[in-house]
């Protein structure tokens, strides 16, 4: 931990809020890390809970007076240490900010960031309507966060990310000055598209304060289709001989290990026996959601399912979904976890999942692999005991060959957990050196000293 | 016209394939404005018509070592004097670059800039797909043009606009430096969202010479209901009524002045007293479709249309929706234009609606006014003659009025047509000092030299 002059972390408490500042090591340690564990995570000088959008503007004024890194923090549940620490800099959590309104003729939500997914969703449908993006860790992610790194989930495939949803915000910039973007307007292209811009910008370009989101009219009720196959590369096929003839609102894929290691923690008698599964919905109503159904199930069955079960029961569909988004936390009961969030164009998912076989087979570890197949978004979870130096080492490998992997094939090193800091040093692959110097031109024009989450994203 | 060194014109003649230089000043015409017919437009020395990345490379490198000023232009349907020439700079056609590949598994297209609209839209329909954005000049515009402007257009309240189909890229940037962003990702959140700050940018940040789009399954037949008001209350008020409840595929305004334009060009049978009309879609197969369409039929009787006609034959629905996107020309028939583009929160439209009636009364000009009314963006279309200079000043004075108006409601100077260069004057008024600080960090990190259509969006 860097030593802090301590008349400079009184501005800093003094400038804030009774008890908004927090500086006992025993309270920082939570703050230390997200829920990627970045072993380089640092220990902040300070945590500061803002309340409000004054809060944050305060906070970031000191920051930028005294050059001090500021790690924005939402709920800590990212996967990629988009919120690690960085020694001597504080973490600025927005887990106070919990306002929200819905406006149900504008058909949106005014939102602050410490809300959960979960909970604008419910006071969305309070008014009958829907916020559709979904990541699996709906109930335990903040809205803040989900803008921040763009968020997706398994609805997606229909319905879009977050972007899709974010029609402004209130954003505090790297000197302390809040600007309003966008706003309750459908269409709105006067200027450059900052929201956009923000969205997606890991806290690399300011702090979300709040934000407007369009809601739609809520989900119809969804039919399910569980699928089971003897390969990966035939449950493979059949996502892209579904996607070909319709837009499922959902389509998830499972492998082997993952269908294992959730019937060894939920049991929904899925069958053990499968290399894969498949999990499709249709939301279309009436006869038409019939239509889709039959032809998820008749694309499976072409290309070689053992088993298919189908259901209009929303609530057994909802068992099934509630498994699949289950396969974090039962991996990560199996092992430490290095998190991939690689994706490809749909046509080469079969060559990603069968290449991850043989990363795993080729590194000695185990690899659990689930999909938002439908949009080509993988989530390869290496497992190891950190204990075991070897596989310790093994496991990186794998780590960067998965993501290897999906740079040749022309895909993306994060679909929606973002780059954060245990990604960073893939990105120049991804993208070319003229693409990493666009954005680090952006980066420094908006933050010339710095101070904004450094070393998330960008080095 | 300013002059040029003829050596420095050559190095640009010799630096693109034959023919691809116009500098005949009677060709050269041609190019000086787009739609808006902006009186300020200048002459550019040259004009040149790219075939390829590497010739827009070409001569955005000559004018990069110049400090020439470079107008990118589509096909030159823009609204706002976005492709306005510049004295002594050269305007950047694409009308030439018109390559298009579909790949129906991925479910993208990949386009150079200069397709019309409605080919792209064609080039999606011969594989079963759709790309929904559809500004009404859909069958005159580019491609290009409408990333960069991130153009909307009628079925955009349910389909939302060009941003969320745009999934990469190729752009030339300011020192000709081409590179690609995004790609044939659903889901990409590998560094800033880029190609999201580029599409809407007018040229200012870049020069896009390929597109991959988002493409979904083809629209169902859509159902259509016709209403009349005797106010445009009471009509704004049905608008509200309807989107409460559900969300309309289409769901378009015209006031009496638009209704009797369109009469005297194509002859629908619109009620010619009537002072509103509300033309509205749903796509929802089946049942579900029935349902909305009566639920639009309730909610236009209950706020007291005089007629209300439904049909569910596609051909008369789009004879209808023919005769919304012929408002445009035919009001252009009675006369010079001032084309407004604004848009408020929907709570705002009846507001909006009636003020710019006051406007137009109190400025003694017709207002002829059409909207997409489901998503609150109108287009107060201000009629005079440019011989009378009176006439002329008072549509000025009620140009700026409508915006300053929108503005007030908390709304947007342009919702889908763009900034350009005639409604740049505009934009502090709506964004702010800060806000528009920040649109000058990033042009200028971007375009330090400032070559890059000079003038548009920001002065």
């Not at 702090?207 to 699928?227: H, K």
């Not at 993952?258 to 060894?264: G, P, R």
């Not at 019939?290 to 929303?314: L, N, P, S, W």
């Amino acid at each position: 931990m860097t030593k802090v002059d301590p008349a400079v972390l009184d501005q800093l408490i003094g400038a804030l809020p009774d008890g908004a500042v927090l500086t006992d090591p025993d309270m920082i340690a939570g703050y230390r890390q997200d829920w990627a564990a970045d072993p380089n995570a640092g220990t902040p000088i300070a945590v500061v809970r803002a309340t409000c959008t004054e809060d944050v503007q305060a906070a970031v004024r000191w920051a930028s007076e005294h050059r001090i890194a500021v790690v924005p923090r939402g709920a800590g549940s990212g996967l990629s240490g988009g919120s690690s620490a960085v020694d001597g800099g504080i973490v600025l959590s927005t887990e106070r900010m919990r306002e929200i309104t819905v406006d149900p003729v504008t058909r949106v939500a005014v939102t602050q960031p410490g809300l959960l997914n979960a909970e604008v969703k419910k006071a969305a449908a309070e008014h009958g309507l829907w916020y559709p993006p979904d990541p699996s860790s709906y109930e335990i992610c903040s809205i803040g966060g989900n803008a921040a790194t763009n968020a997706g989930g398994l609805c997606c495939v229909k319905y879009g990310v977050t972007t899709d949803y974010v029609l402004g915000m209130q954003v505090v910039l790297a000197d302390g000055t809040a600007v309003r973007l966008g706003g309750p307007l459908l269409k709105d292209v006067a200027g450059l598209s900052l929201t956009k811009l923000f969205v997606g910008s890991e806290g690399t370009l300011g702090i979300i304060t709040e934000l407007t989101l369009r809601l739609i009219p809520a989900q119809p009720p969804a039919s399910t289709v569980v699928a089971s196959f003897e390969s990966v590369e035939s449950a493979a096929d059949a996502v892209l001989a579904i996607t070909r003839e319709m837009r499922p609102a959902m389509l998830e894929f499972m492998d082997h290990a993952s269908i294992n290691a959730v019937e060894d923690s939920v049991r929904m008698g899925l069958d053990r026996n499968a290399r894969a599964l498949l999990l499709a919905q249709s939301d279309a109503p009436g006869a038409a959601g019939a239509q889709e159904i039959e032809t998820i199930v008749a694309a499976c069955e072409k290309h070689g399912a053992t088993e298919v079960f189908a259901t209009d029961d929303a609530a057994e569909g909802e068992a099934f979904t509630a498994a699949r988004r289950s396969v974090f936390p039962a991996v990560q009961a199996m092992g430490s976890l290095l998190l991939e969030d690689v994706g490809v164009p749909l046509q080469q998912l079969p060559a990603l999942i069968t290449g991850v076989e043989a990363i795993a087979e080729d590194c000695d570890v185990l690899i659990c692999t689930v999909a938002h197949a439908g949009d080509g978004n993988t989530h390869p979870l290496i497992v190891f005991d950190p204990t075991d130096p070897d596989m310790t080492d093994r496991a990186r490998i794998a780590f960067s060959r998965v993501m290897d992997l999906a740079i040749a094939l022309g895909g993306t090193i994060s679909g929606e957990h973002g780059v954060g800091r245990l990604k960073r040093d893939w990105l120049p692959g991804q993208l070319g050196e003229d693409v990493m110097e666009l954005n680090r031109r952006i980066k420094t024009a908006l933050d010339p000293l710095g101070i904004l989450n450094p070393g998330a994203v960008l080095s």
